[in-house]
């Protein structure tokens, strides 16, 4: 290993805030950390259809932070690429990956039949990114690993994954090659969460690869935002309207159930029909229940918190529902708007502005919730424009992602000065407030990579 040279390529979530991949080529071995889809902007999107610039099976191996899907959702088409290794992972996280992916899939499949039918769409035919048949043959790769042990992966490199709050499963991830420690944040997770606990800090970085998503940006404490939360219920109630809430079907979607729950039995919310519409989020309520180390949430308080719900899982269910005028709370994916069930409401209530549509989590370039937050008026659903007159409110405080002064404290444990820092997975504005940040409190320089650079390491 003596004068040998580290590659790091970085394949997405590099100058972006999504597609997560990084290749570290070691001259003996290839390790990607995460595989992630680009979502967003068209020119990010089309980049998952396109194949990597690196010879997908010399990968030796994957390693993922956490189970979500700008983080996991590529690697069906890895592995229909000529991927053949393992997929490493907490149990949480590969079960999470599982239920997204096949989610993912099956919308897909869904959305590919429905452009064919109608006729809106550019290909002839049109095609899924994936397809059911492709998760099944990349699930048998998941090799589940417990957290906070060093798992020797090959001969002088060993991985350890430590708890990182921000869902469930999610970790930050330290590689060591032979001596040389490598740290890839992951997402990190809230410090103060109503769902799961404060992530750990890595102690040493020889070379540091930092997330950005809210560098330069403050949240709200959760509890600051239950008051908001409240005023925008009864608000929306009291004009005979209903609140709609996208929502990512990991952690957010609980969360929601959570404060919806208190603020109905603390009396401060009118006791209207609470509909969560997701199948992915029903089976991640199952998980909860299965993964007690993780959060923070008694098995009792999961049942009584499901009992207040609704929980649609059929397709015919949700298109019912849509038509339903009567006042509601509805909390369905996607939390971008990219897909899901939510759209399926939007189509038909988008129009009316009695209702509300509430954004708690980020809205990346180039998304519908992204230009409706910046005040579009139409909406583009199936292939149709929809006018939008719903009123639209958005709180930053449940945000999962730890906002700048949560990454500034994350780093705040490492006690050498690492050799170098890269800053990845967020906007251009973002990645340059943190670099700043770093440079301010540590002294320490770091780096804005772009997509599909290549970094030596020595």
């Known amino acids: 290993?003596?004068?040998?040279?580290?590659?790091?390529?970085?394949?997405?979530?590099?100058?972006?805030?999504?597609?997560?991949?990084?290749?570290?080529?070691?001259?003996?071995?290839?390790?990607?950390?995460?595989?992630?889809?680009?979502?967003?902007?068209?020119?990010?999107?089309?980049?998952?259809?396109?194949?990597?610039?690196?010879?997908v099976g010399d990968i030796d191996a994957v390693l993922l932070t956490h189970g979500h899907m700008d983080h996991t959702g590529y690697l069906p088409r890895l592995v229909k690429q000529g991927f053949n290794g393992p997929i490493y992972g907490t149990n949480p996280t590969l079960d999470i990956a599982k239920i997204i992916l096949n989610d993912?899939?099956?919308?897909?499949?869904?959305?590919?039949?429905?452009?064919?039918?109608?006729?809106?769409?550019?290909?002839?035919?049109?095609?899924?990114?994936?397809?059911?048949?492709?998760?099944?043959?990349?699930i048998p790769h998941f090799k589940g690993i417990p957290q906070s042990q060093w798992i020797p992966l090959f001969d002088g490199i060993r991985a350890r994954f430590q708890y990182n709050g921000h869902i469930l499963g999610a970790t930050y991830i330290e590689l060591d090659v032979h001596g040389k420690r490598f740290v890839f944040s992951g997402d990190?997770?809230?410090?103060?969460?109503?769902?799961?606990?404060?992530p750990l800090k890595p102690k040493k970085a020889d070379v540091l690869f930092i997330e950005s998503t809210y560098g330069g940006r403050f949240h709200p404490d959760?509890?600051?935002?239950?008051?908001?939360?409240e005023k925008l219920v009864n608000d929306t109630i009291n004009r005979d309207g209903s609140l709609f809430v996208p929502s990512f079907s990991v952690e957010r979607a609980q969360l929601m159930m959570l404060i919806f729950w208190k603020l109905l039995k603390e009396k401060k919310i009118p006791r209207v029909q609470m509909i969560m519409d997701s199948p992915m989020g029903a089976n991640v309520l199952e998980?909860?229940?299965?993964?007690?180390?993780?959060?923070?949430?008694?098995?009792?308080?999961?049942?009584?918190?499901?009992?207040?719900?609704?929980?649609?899982?059929?397709?015919?269910?949700?298109?019912?529902?849509?038509?339903?005028?009567?006042?509601?709370?509805?909390?369905?994916?996607?939390?971008?708007?990219?897909?899901?069930?939510?759209?399926?409401?939007?189509?038909?209530?988008?129009?009316?502005?009695?209702?509300?549509?509430?954004?708690?989590?980020?809205?990346?370039?180039?998304?519908?919730g992204r230009k409706l937050l910046e005040g579009e008026k139409e909406l583009k659903v199936y292939g149709k424009w929809v006018p939008f007159k719903m009123q639209v409110a958005e709180i930053e405080g449940l945000s999962a992602h730890a906002d700048h002064a949560e990454l500034m404290d994350w780093m705040d444990s490492i006690k050498n000065k690492p050799e170098r820092i890269f800053i990845i997975h967020g906007e251009k504005e973002s990645a340059?407030?943190?670099?700043?940040?770093?440079?301010?409190?540590?002294?320490?320089?770091?780096?804005?990579?772009?997509?599909?650079?290549?970094?030596?390491?020595?």
């Open 1 to 55: 290993m003596k004068n040998k040279k580290i590659n790091i390529h970085f394949l997405g979530a590099a100058g972006t805030v999504t597609g997560s991949k990084y290749l570290v080529d070691t001259g003996d071995r290839k390790i990607l950390i995460d595989c992630g889809l680009f979502q967003g902007l068209k020119e990010l999107r089309l980049k998952n259809w396109e194949y990597p610039p690196v010879n």
């Open 104 to 138: 993912s899939a099956k919308i897909q499949e869904q959305e590919a039949e429905r452009a064919n039918k109608e006729g809106y769409s550019k290909h002839s035919p049109a095609e899924p990114l994936y397809d059911l048949k492709d998760v099944e043959k990349t």
């Open 188 to 198: 990190i997770g809230r410090t103060n969460d109503l769902l799961l606990y404060p």
């Open 222 to 229: 959760e509890i600051e935002a239950l008051p908001h939360i």
């Open 287 to 368: 998980l909860f229940h299965r993964t007690r180390d993780w959060h923070r949430l008694e098995d009792n308080e999961c049942d009584e918190m499901c009992s207040h719900f609704t929980v649609v899982s059929s397709y015919r269910e949700t298109m019912e529902i849509r038509t339903d005028n009567k006042p509601k709370i509805v909390i369905a994916g996607s939390g971008m708007l990219t897909g899901g069930r939510m759209l399926n409401y939007l189509e038909t209530q988008a129009q009316n502005p009695n209702n509300t549509l509430l954004f708690v989590g980020y809205q990346a370039e180039g998304t519908r």
């Open 432 to 458: 340059e407030a943190l670099q700043k940040g770093i440079k301010e409190t540590y002294g320490w320089d770091a780096e804005i990579p772009q997509l599909y650079t290549i970094e030596e390491i020595e």
